[in-house]
């Protein structure tokens, strides 16, 4: 039983912590309280679990607020923001935030072509700078149980349209098992596992 040697983690086509930046946009009380895709409280369980699953892999995060300098709107929500202490964010007036010069900015400054693409809502701050990055070249790759839109419906769609664009969509548990990719690398299995039970992939039975 014996495992070929790791390929190169920067060239591989897989996801790898070495190839990918995850985008967290905009997860503020009013967008949170707007959500009706899914359960609110299962959509903040799984944006935090999605970022100590990154945070965990030494993967690069660009953090991204709407209207916050303007008094309009609340930062990033406290569950979330603990995960990601000492971390810049970048506040905008976009709702598009790749129209966003200082983001826009961030996301390039990671080296990164492999987007990993979080924000509320689906159909507006997921959608715009996800059609946007793909058209400039990234590969992005929505977690489709960490973002949310304002009904079911609203969701879905949006998804239909990034997907059709070319945006490669994904779960929490596929990117956990994506990034460790072999129960060999010891010092990362046990954050794989974290995120799978987080995520309900391990129930007691």
Request: charged share 20%.
């Amino acid at each position: 039983m014996s495992s070929y040697p790791m390929r190169d983690p920067v060239q591989d086509h897989l996801i790898t912590p070495q190839n990918a930046a995850l985008l967290i946009i905009d997860y503020q009380p009013v967008q949170v309280n707007s959500i009706n895709s899914m359960p609110r409280s299962q959509l903040v369980a799984n944006i935090v679990n999605v970022t100590e699953l990154i945070r965990s892999f030494n993967i690069p995060v660009v953090l991204s607020t709407v209207n916050v300098a303007t008094g309009i709107n609340k930062e990033t929500i406290p569950s979330l923001l603990n995960v990601l202490q000492g971390m810049p964010s970048y506040d905008r007036t976009t709702i598009n935030a790749w129209e966003d010069a200082a983001f826009n900015e961030a996301v390039k400054k990671t080296g990164r072509k492999k987007l990993l693409m979080t924000a509320l809502w689906t159909e507006a701050c997921l959608s715009f700078p996800t059609l946007d990055a793909l058209k400039e070249g990234y590969e992005v790759y929505p977690i489709v149980d960490a973002v949310g839109g304002t009904s079911l419906i609203a969701h879905e769609t949006a998804l239909r349209r990034v997907e059709q664009a070319g945006a490669q969509l994904t779960s929490i548990a596929q990117l956990a098992c994506e990034l460790q990719r072999d129960w060999n690398r010891s010092d990362t299995a046990k954050h794989m596992v974290k995120a799978l039970t987080n995520a309900g992939a391990f129930l007691k039975l």
